[in-house]
């Protein structure tokens, strides 16, 4: 079973930056993909960014392109978020989602909430 714990979340500004980790068991961590979603209060899990297994290709939605940056380190076993020039409707609780042939797993989430 793989385990996955984010931090990293809290209250910021509109226009401030925060950066996400997702520490985990998975190893070795560049077998697995690994994606952020996010989900808003009344509104569908959707995913945020993506990093494949290997060669660690990324993947971005529309929303947060240019924006949103994620990436992994190996030596820390810990996949990253870094959020950049927030607004208001990014606002959403923020999971982090592992995956490999044997099966997918998610974390808890963390909230992350943008103010005015």
């Known amino acids: 079973q793989v385990q996955l714990v984010e931090s990293g979340g809290g209250l910021v500004q509109s226009g401030g930056s925060l950066r996400l980790s997702c520490t985990t068991s998975?190893?070795?961590?560049?077998?697995?993909?690994f994606g952020w979603f996010r989900q808003a209060p009344g509104k569908e899990r959707e995913g945020v960014a993506c990093?494949?297994?290997?060669?660690?290709?990324?993947y971005y939605a529309d929303a947060v392109k240019g924006r949103f940056t994620i990436s992994r380190d190996s030596a820390k076993n810990t996949v990253y978020l870094q959020m950049n020039s927030l607004k208001l409707e990014d606002t959403a609780v923020y999971y982090c989602?592992?995956?490999?042939?044997?099966?997918?797993?998610w974390g808890q989430g963390t909230q992350v909430t943008v103010s005015s």
């Open positions: 989602y592992a995956e490999r042939t044997s099966g997918g797993y």
């Open positions: 998975a190893f070795p961590l560049n077998y697995y993909g």
């Open positions: 990093i494949s297994s290997g060669d660690g290709s990324t």
